[in-house]
């Protein structure tokens, strides 16, 4: 059966929608509904039927809709006779000259007489069955199917009215049945909308999928190490004993009770967990709508990253490992990394690059504080990627002794899994947190800022494979997209290999990697974690990209608005309140995934405080 969307009106939607491939994308030329098309039809495959709904409109607009939007098919949606359908089928008015097609509706409510049939059967193309209501057409409800068993035309017909993705099982029981003998297409419209005209795309998907006996696709990482297209293990023959030894083992480790235990036992005790899920009530206002945090920044060393140091320091002693290394940029991830090594007593190594020690001297103090030996990184551009490098190189030269925590959810496989699932614990928490506020475990959306994806992918995980949950996945544009100083990765990104994974990297056309910049450290990465690029292929997830000066203005308006100071990181995140609009009563969550006090001095020195 082909698949009719209907009731398409906003142009990025249309393409989001159009990327999902259906046979026919219907447009409502109606005046009298909120799903009334008044704008222009983006360039979409040529094998997608555009379809205008008309209601008893003159035959000579429709004629004029039909050329201007270069319409492939008409859909008559009034009490439009015989007379008139010929009329229209006759007219000789297309640029290719191939004739439009032309779509009866008719409405059932209760019974339906089809003797009416009979005088339209030479003068369209196919019927369409929906369910009569105050309006024509988006009413969500259910004609009873089993009337089509009298249908006594041969004539294709599309089904219409109220289906949505609860209807897949009665879809192939009506599949099976003899009334669906001549039945050509589904047409689905207001089940799959966010609000009129605005279709959930994640939910369609979902739709297709379970209608095509397909399995629903999967977020997660497969069993090669692949999130989709990207991922999987790209590493020196010299690494592959460490990294195939970690993977053989991670998950086997993860299940161990007395592993859950510990793991679970130091987040309550020594990070602080559960953080809190926080409405924030002042926010909310302003935006007009419900705004929860999910506090990260109160944990210990005040950001998320700790929730990934402790699993894989555990992790690190269940392999029998003496010695840590990590590399770092900003030194947040050093700070995590040095203060699970001190809590269990481990050596630690972190690679920082020269350029960032001079940058970071607070940091670097608290790691030597903490009994880290921190060691520059003298090659290429000082920075992270070169301190990346140089953890690299120790790995592979202390093989046996030497586990590497990497701060993201990044790296070779299994890595993005393993910290993906030793941050799930944020999301798995917002759950019953949520539950507890709301009534219901799922917010409209959960919301993250994204450097190489850690915090991200744990604010997410648990709602991967809930539809109707929208992912917002917000990037750092630096001075702008378009500046050439930027991170915004899933826009300027293409596919590459960086440090051991594949997946969306900033790159010149020759495939050298570009310096990525952003005002936020933890932000300026040039590359962005498997899931996220998967997510951001597939359209899961919905990627926005902003500014230095937005992301500083949203730190600000939550401190005063809230009395809390986020990290610049964070602010990202927030500023998506100022770029795109919510409903009232959508429930958002955002992932507050680190406190401002590293911050500081930047934030003085951008508001001259
Ligand atoms: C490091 C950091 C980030 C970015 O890292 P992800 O792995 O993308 O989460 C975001 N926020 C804060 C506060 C950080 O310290």
Redesign the pocket.
């Known amino acids: 059966m082909k698949l009719k969307i209907c009731g398409m009106k906003y142009q990025d939607n249309i393409e989001q929608v159009a990327a999902l491939q259906p046979d026919y994308l219907g447009f409502i030329f109606y005046e009298d509904t909120p799903r009334h098309f008044d704008t222009k039809i983006p360039n979409i495959s040529e094998h997608i039927k555009k379809v205008g709904v008309f209601v008893n409109e003159e035959i000579s607009t429709v004629i004029e809709k039909v050329n201007e939007f270069n319409l492939d098919a008409v859909q008559l949606h009034g009490e439009e006779s015989p007379y008139y359908c010929s009329i229209l089928r006759s007219t000789k008015l297309f640029s290719n000259d191939t004739p439009i097609e032309i779509i009866k509706v008719f409405s059932i409510k209760d019974k339906f007489n089809f003797d009416i049939l009979e005088a339209y059967e030479n003068v369209c193309d196919f019927y369409l069955f929906d369910t009569k209501g105050k309006l024509p057409g988006g009413n969500g409800y259910r004609f009873d199917w089993s009337l089509l068993n009298n249908y006594p035309s041969s004539k294709p017909f599309f089904l219409s009215g109220g289906i949505g993705i609860d209807q897949v099982e009665d879809i192939k029981n009506f599949k099976a049945s003899q009334a669906s003998k001549y039945c050509y297409a589904l047409d689905v419209n207001s089940k799959f909308e966010k609000e009129p005209g605005l279709k959930n795309t994640s939910v369609l998907r979902e739709f297709i999928n379970k209608l095509n006996n397909k399995k629903t696709m999967n977020y997660n990482v497969d069993d090669r190490g692949y999130y989709g297209e990207f991922g999987g293990a790209f590493i020196p023959e010299m690494l592959y004993p460490n990294v195939e030894e970690l993977r053989q083992n991670y998950l086997k480790v993860m299940a161990e009770p007395d592993f859950q235990k510990e793991f679970d036992q130091l987040l309550k005790d020594y990070v602080g967990r559960p953080s809190p899920l926080y409405f924030a009530k002042r926010l909310s206002e302003k935006y007009n709508a419900k705004i929860y945090l999910k506090r990260?920044?109160l944990n210990h060393t005040?950001?998320?990253?700790i929730n990934n140091t402790i699993g894989q320091i555990l992790m690190a002693k269940r392999l029998g490992k003496s010695r840590i290394i990590a590399e770092t940029g900003?030194g947040?991830?050093g700070v995590a990394t040095a203060t699970v090594c001190a809590l269990m007593g481990l050596e630690c190594i972190v690679y920082m690059g020269e350029i960032d020690i001079a940058r970071q001297a607070p940091n670097v103090a608290r790691m030597k504080m903490l009994g880290a030996t921190v060691v520059p990184a003298l090659s290429g551009s000082r920075t992270l990627k070169d301190a990346t490098n140089e953890a690299i190189r120790d790995w592979i030269n202390n093989p046996v002794n030497t586990h590497y925590i990497i701060?993201?959810?990044?790296g070779p496989h299994p890595y993005p899994d393993m910290v993906t699932r030793f941050q799930a614990v944020i999301s798995e928490e917002i759950k019953w947190q949520l539950k507890a506020h709301e009534g219901r475990e799922n917010p409209d959306y959960v919301v993250?800022?994204?450097?190489?994806?850690?915090?991200?992918?744990g604010t997410y995980y648990h709602y991967l494979h809930e539809p109707e949950v929208g992912i917002i996945a917000v990037e750092a544009a630096g001075l702008g997209v378009d500046s050439g100083e930027s991170a915004a990765t899933s826009v300027l990104g293409k596919e590459g290999i960086i440090h051991g994974c594949k997946t969306l990297l900033m790159q010149t056309n020759d495939g050298q990697i570009t310096e990525p910049y952003s005002i936020?450290a933890?932000?300026d990465?040039p590359g962005v974690?498997p899931m996220h690029a998967h997510l951001s292929k597939t359209g899961r997830a919905e990627f926005l990209s902003i500014t230095d000066s937005d992301a500083m203005e949203a730190g600000l308006e939550l401190s005063k608005l809230e009395g809390i100071i986020p990290?610049i990181?964070?602010s990202h995140a927030l500023a998506i309140f100022g770029q795109r609009t919510f409903k009232p009563d959508d429930v958002i969550v955002v992932s507050l995934?680190?406190?401002g006090d590293k911050d500081l001095q930047n934030y003085i020195d951008y508001f001259k405080i």
């Open positions: 990260e920044d005040g950001a998320h990253k900003a947040q991830h701060g993201s959810a990044i993250a800022c994204i450097g190489g994806g850690s915090n991200a992918a936020s933890g932000l990465y974690g990290a990181e964070t995934s680190g406190r």
